[in-house]
Antibody, heavy 112, light 111 residues
Framework: EVQLVESGGGLVQPGGSLRLSCAAS????????MHWVRQAPGKGLEYVSA????????YYANSVKGRFTISRDNSKNTLYLQMGSLRADDMAVYYC?????WGHGTLVTVSS | DIVMTQTPLSSPVTLGQPASISCRSS???????????LSWLQQRPGQPPRLLIY???NRFSGVPDRFSGSGAGTDFTLKISRVEAEDVGVYYC????????FGQGTRLEIK
């Protein structure tokens, strides 16, 4: 069974940094592109970032480009999202996703 | 970016009755490989999204056959043949032909 478990969310001040992790199990992690999608409270889904199976190719939404960095460690079956220069509008539940499976998300709160 | 527009944004339905949600893309979703990467997701209250339908009309594993998808090019539809209480939630269309974008979501509620 595919399992994706996010961690690393929490309260951070505006301008601060946070690193999210996503532990994957139940499938060959190194064979799949992986994604981060976020959902602000009471809002819809927003695509954030993606990374190819070997990490050689990445994508970022314009809203996070230059502030967020996606990476992966295939030896640890783990996906990461390093977030910097955080703003109030980055506050959301961040989901790790394969094309057909989603984690339960981790909440990032940006507030002073 | 491809813009996905869903209608309606809210759909009150009687239990046992059908429901239909439309999704229109700002440009054709036919990929150069010939596939159309249009999916439907369901998000029940307090839950993460769940894949229902992929490539227009293919039901994902474990999805009841009362869910069906159709369409082509820029116009797509999700139909629920007989709505059950567990179907309450928000439904999103999602395109993955060119990057990934989502529709605004359609809230399905019981009358």
């Amino acid at each position: 069974e595919v399992q994706l478990v996010e961690s690393g969310g929490g309260l951070v001040q505006p301008g601060g940094s946070l690193r999210l992790s996503c532990a994957a199990s139940g499938f060959t992690f190194s064979s799949y592109s992986m994604h981060w999608v976020r959902q602000a409270p009471g809002k819809g889904l927003e695509y954030v970032s993606a990374i190819s199976s070997n990490g050689g190719s990445t994508y970022y939404a314009n809203s996070v480009k230059g502030r967020f960095t996606i990476s992966r460690d295939n030896s640890k079956n783990t996906l990461y999202l390093q977030m910097g220069s955080l703003r109030a509008d980055d506050m959301a539940v961040y989901y790790c996703a394969r094309y057909d499976s989603w984690g339960h998300g981790t909440l990032v709160t940006v507030s002073s | 970016d491809i813009v996905m527009t869903q209608t309606p944004l809210s759909s009150p339905v009687t239990l046992g009755q059908p429901a239909s949600i439309s999704c229109r893309s700002s440009q054709s979703l036919v990929h150069s490989d010939g596939n159309t990467y249009l999916s439907w997701l369901q998000q029940r209250p307090g839950q993460p999204p769940r894949l229902l339908i992929y490539k227009i009309s293919n039901r994902f594993s474990g999805v009841p056959d009362r869910f069906s998808g159709s369409g082509a090019g820029t116009d797509f539809t999700l139909k629920i043949s007989r709505v059950e209480a567990e179907d309450v939630g928000v439904y999103y269309c999602m395109q993955a032909t060119q990057s990934i974008t989502f529709g605004q979501g359609t809230r399905l509620e019981i009358k």
